[in-house]
């Protein structure tokens, strides 16, 4: 069996008090495993979104386990989260969230530059990124020049550029028209297949489950099933 | 990160303006009113200020300030010639007084009596003729505005002077010049010149004429000498000097730069528009935080998701802080300085009427200590909002 990159054990997490209550994760358990490519499906309300901002350490869940690389996040400490984060996770978000007033190069190179790492490494590791999604022409443009599909290719480009060991993608083609979404896709592929990255994909669109190597059915706030895709 | 804050920053032009117009108004605001203050400082100093050649002002012990005085007994001139290293000592007389004039209207003015040997003290007039020369014509006097406007007004007309059926308190008036007349305490006083010194707080018409004059118009009184005007022996300590009269004769003696000093302190005690001058540098304030505040607070608040995706990426909160706070000081730093040159243009304009402005060292020091204050606070509020940032935020959902 392939390495585990997040173990996660009877998560539960509520959110609100007393009778205003509500159960967002009721147990969720779940193992995704080195270069593979997990989608996270299921209706709106499941509770995809409370796992993986659970699991990234953007929330705090009630109990539960989950290791990420072997280390327990709820073991760390706000800050040490943070770094954690910095260096171990990148995000491709639907609404693409790239910076407005910066250039492609400098969105690409933000997690480097958050890190304190050299500009100019770090600005040529972007640019290398940015060659190697098609958007080699658009160093220097800002987001705002940039059709829905190139700005959802920046920031996958910016999700990898520090080489996080997994990526998170929240609805990454529902912004975009299919082909566009489909060549997002086929582009996480390729950079999954030659990184060996780990990637999780919450999605509503099924033209894309294809490319995942397994399928997690939401429900409820619990996984209902894993499947073998493909 | 810094490139990163003052990129985020700029990049809404609609509020980054709004941004520097709020800090600049603030800057502007605080500025203004500490070069009113200082204006009206200056002001109120004025007779010092006039005459520059006085090394140690020699008044009455209770004296604070050359606004508020008591006069001394005439010896107290003598005693002070005697203290070693006083090269010479003038009597300076001041008296307020109230003048009539040829329609039958009636004016306060403060009078000067100076020293007829020398006439220190009497200020330069618009005439070509000298005014020691002008001074000596029995009863002439060289009156000034003081600050005023439009307090100087004789009859146009002959008929209106004197007139022997009453008042002509409503005839046509024109400025005073020279050899207009007017009388104090029924005797009578010649303009010899008009001059134009500074304008004394609060505002009043002054007039300056000789000792002799002074005291021909003045009923008779025991103490009528105001301050004795004292130049020292070249080489001497001006400190010492001053002690020195203080300790032989047991008046109060200062040097010009002290006595300005205790003016101001005694205006600041004193004087009810200090308050009003602290109430405007508040209000400007104020008015400031709301406008700085609330758009500070506001770009934050839109920029919220950005924060949010960098702390999603790792940035740490003092990261984050520290970018808050580049955008509050290069907004500062900018605003401030784009309110202070608004500032000192304005002031020009005005100082060149009869607006009591003169902008000093710190007055753009407070004018930036106010901005900073304003900012520091606004740049805290919205380093709250940071603490409200959610990364969750960014997703779908």
Known sequence: MSKTVLHCKDIVKTYGEAEAAVLALQGVTLDVYRGEMMMLVGPSGCGKTTFVSCISGLLDFDSGVCDILGKDITSMDTEEVVAFRGRHIGFVFQSFNLLPALTCVENVALPLTIANADKAQSYTKAKVLLDAVGLGEKYDSKPKHLSGGEQQRVAVARALVHEPDLIICDEPTSSLDHQTGQAVMQLLQKMKNETHITIIVVTHDNRIYKYGDRMAHMEDGKIRKVEQLG | ?397
């Not at chain 2, 029995?138 to 100087?152: F, H």
């Open chain 2, 1 to 397: 990160m810094f490139t990163i804050a003052v990129k985020i920053l700029i990049e809404d032009r609609v509020k980054y303006i709004g941004l520097l117009i709020g800090i600049a108004f603030t800057a502007f605001l605080v500025t203004f009113a500490m070069s009113y203050f200082a204006g009206f400082m200056t002001r109120g100093f004025a007779l010092v200020s006039e005459n520059p050649s006085v090394d140690i002002w020699v008044m009455d012990r209770a004296v604070s300030s050359s606004e508020a005085t008591i006069n001394m007994s005439d010896a107290a001139l003598n005693l002070v010639k005697s203290v070693q290293g006083v090269e010479n000592a003038v009597p300076l007389y001041m008296q307020d007084m109230t003048a009539r004039f040829p329609n039958g209207h009636f004016q306060a003015f403060q009078v000067i009596g100076v020293d007829d040997a020398t006439l220190s003290g009497i200020p330069k007039i618009k005439s070509t003729r000298d005014a020691s020369e002008l001074l000596h014509i029995p009863g002439s006097v060289i009156v000034d505005s003081g600050g005023t406007s439009d307090k100087l007004q004789t009859p146009k007309y002959m008929k209106d002077s004197y007139p022997f059926d009453g008042p002509h308190l409503n005839a046509a008036t024109r400025k005073l010049r020279f050899g207009d007349t007017l009388l104090i305490n029924d005797k009578r006083i010649v303009v010899a010149g008009v001059s134009q010194t500074i304008p004394r707080f609060p505002p009043r018409p002054l007039i300056y004429t000789t000792l002799s004059n002074f005291k021909r118009l003045t009923p008779s009184q025991v103490k009528r000498l105001t301050f004795v005007m004292v130049k020292i022996k070249s080489g001497s300590n001006l400190h010492l000097i001053a002690q020195k009269i203080q300790k032989q004769t047991g008046l109060k003696a200062l040097t010009s730069d002290d006595f300005k000093k205790q003016t101001v302190m005694w205006y600041l005690v004193n004087s009810e528009d200090v308050g009003d001058m602290v109430n405007m540098v508040v209000l400007a304030m104020l008015v400031g935080f709301g406008v700085t505040g609330v758009m500070l607070y506001m770009f934050t608040q839109d920029n919220l998701k950005y924060y949010a995706l960098l702390k999603a990426m790792g940035a740490s909160s003092k990261q984050l802080r520290v970018m808050i706070f580049t955008q509050v000081f290069m907004s500062a730093l900018i605003g401030s300085g784009i309110g202070i040159g608004v500032c000192t243009l304005v002031g020009k304009l005005v100082a060149n009427g009869d607006f009591p402005y003169r902008m000093m060292w710190f007055s753009p020091l407070f004018g930036l200590i106010g901005v900073l204050i304003v900012s520091i606070t606004a740049g805290l509020i919205s380093q709250h909002a940071l603490k409200n940032v959610e990364a969750e935020m960014l997703f779908a959902s």
